[in-house]
């Protein structure tokens, strides 16, 4: 049936008066009818709140109009992309009205000259990358779920991807919004141009909101040039730390790589079984290092895949893999791509997004793991090594659900506080939504969190954006 947390006392529950005024206004065919429990849950751990309504408008106008309504009545909105989310950033906690953005998927103008492209929220952010591909120009930010999760969820979390350690993440990319305010106001937040310097970058403050101050209509993205070449590694190391502590010497080198990531054996096996892949891991193997190079000049990449093959051989353990074809290539990154999915197939668990100063990674994951000892948890862990950010992923097993909901959780606060320790924080591209929220004190001091909340109060006076999300109520 799912879960739902006490209305907080400034917001109104939905009655079936609100619910008939919200389809004369807006059209009844605008609505989800039938089971919402689909619209109840996202990707991240069993969480379920069931919504009370659930909105799939087509206009901005509508979403405006939507908005102005549930401010004038109180009533909670959560926006919803596709549902991809690792925060619980889209969980209707309160109920409410789930604001379903998968409608308005248009891609609606690609710019070559000025190398921008003007999209809804809705589209999948792999179908822009391939649409603005056919005119040379390449989006880079590209989450692992790219292939399903759309725009307008990667802009309120700020989404990031391998590729972000030479190219940035979402945030990198986003010029001008289109933003449907809590008052029911449609505002453009800035302008389409490379630099901006005209007060307050509202633009900036959107991206990473979470859809807490308002929703995202439209959004004007940049383009860069599309890369001609790859070359891809996989680097065998004996231990976690080896691993970690390579990353660095890659930047000593000069060079930075298109993608960097790490992966642990026990991510390296759990993903070759989900995808029937019959890949031998040497015992003395204990982590990966898969490294991308990108550009236009595949000779100077060829010199820079020679470089790291020496300053690094000294490290591995086993032969270092170059994928030799495009498709051994796509091999590799299906591996690393899936392993989030490999991790929720065998188990429950909770993702946590940590992040370091780069040269901090071998201390981090020491860390975690000392602490997985300590308050008896298993952890795979993975992620974009190059930003010093690493998924650990936490494992329910055999635990039980006190053990789960109690030790784990203390066990997650002393990783969160090691991290803030190594000048780190909670998250580096998933967002704190609901389930981080709890973590926010340990990373986040009391000014700033009252300078955040001065800023929700501002865009949402009555608090019915996405509320229980970064704050743990709106009147916290
Ligand atoms: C990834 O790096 O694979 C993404 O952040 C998605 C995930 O961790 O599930
Ligand atoms: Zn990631």
Request: proline letters at 5%; glycine letters at 10%; aromatic letters at 6%.
């Amino acid at each position: 049936m799912g879960q739902r947390v006490d209305l907080p006392k400034h917001l109104n529950p939905v009655d079936q008066e609100f619910i008939n005024l919200l389809k004369h206004e807006l059209g009844s065919s605008f609505f989800v009818e039938g089971d919402l429990s689909p619209f109840g849950r996202d990707e991240t751990e069993d969480l379920l709140f069931v919504p009370d309504v659930v909105v799939r408008p087509q206009h901005p106008e509508q979403v405006a109009q939507l908005l102005k309504l549930c401010h004038h009545h109180r009533i909670s909105v959560t926006p919803r992309g596709a549902g991809t989310g690792l925060s619980g950033g889209a969980l209707p906690v309160t109920g409410g009205v789930v604001l379903d953005l998968s409608r308005m998927n248009r891609i609606l103008n690609i710019d070559t000259d000025n190398m921008q492209v003007t999209v809804e929220p809705g589209c999948i952010t792999e179908e822009i990358q391939k649409a603005v591909a056919n005119h040379g120009l390449y989006y880079p930010p590209d989450p692992s779920s790219r292939g399903s999760c759309t725009i307008g969820g990667n802009i309120a979390h700020g989404a990031g991807g391998p590729h972000a350690v030479k190219y940035g993440t979402t945030r990198d990319y986003v010029l001008n919004l289109q933003v449907a305010l809590a008052s029911g106001e449609l505002i453009w937040t800035g302008a389409s141009v490379l630099k901006y310097a005209t007060g307050y970058n509202l633009t900036q403050l959107m991206v990473g909101s979470e859809g807490s101050l308002g929703v995202v209509t439209r959004a004007v993205l940049r383009l860069i040039p599309q890369p001609t070449h790859t070359l891809l590694m996989l680097l065998p190391f004996p231990s976690l730390e080896s691993a970690c502590a390579a990353v660095t010497e890659v930047f000593r080198l000069g060079i930075t790589p298109s993608a960097l990531e790490f992966m642990e054996r026990d991510a390296l096996e759990l993903v070759s079984a989900y995808l029937n892949r019959d890949i031998h891991i040497p015992d003395v193997v204990q982590a990966h290092l898969l490294i991308e190079l990108d550009g236009s000049n595949i000779d100077l990449l060829q010199q820079e895949a020679a470089h790291i093959f020496d300053a690094l051989q000294h490290r591995t353990v086993t032969e270092i893999l170059l994928a030799q074809t495009a498709g051994e290539q796509q091999q590799l990154w299906q591996l690393r791509r899936q392993v989030a999915h490999a991790v929720r197939a065998a188990s429950v668990y909770k993702e946590e997004d940590t992040v370091v100063p780069r040269a901090a990674l071998p201390q981090l994951i020491g860390k975690v793991k000392e602490l997985g000892n300590e308050f008896g948890f298993k952890s795979v862990c993975y992620g974009h090594a190059g930003d010093g950010n690493v998924h650990v992923n936490i494992l329910k097993g055999d635990l039980n659900d006190e053990q789960w909901n109690g030790v784990v959780q203390e066990g997650i606060r002393a990783v969160f506080r090691e991290v803030a320790a190594l000048g780190g924080t909670l998250s580096g591209e998933h967002g704190v939504g609901w389930v981080q929220q709890t973590y926010m004190r340990d990373v986040v001091g009391e000014t700033q969190r009252q300078l955040m909340r001065g800023i929700k109060t501002v865009f949402d006076p009555r608090g019915i954006l996405n509320p229980c999300k970064i704050f743990s109520s709106h009147a916290e």
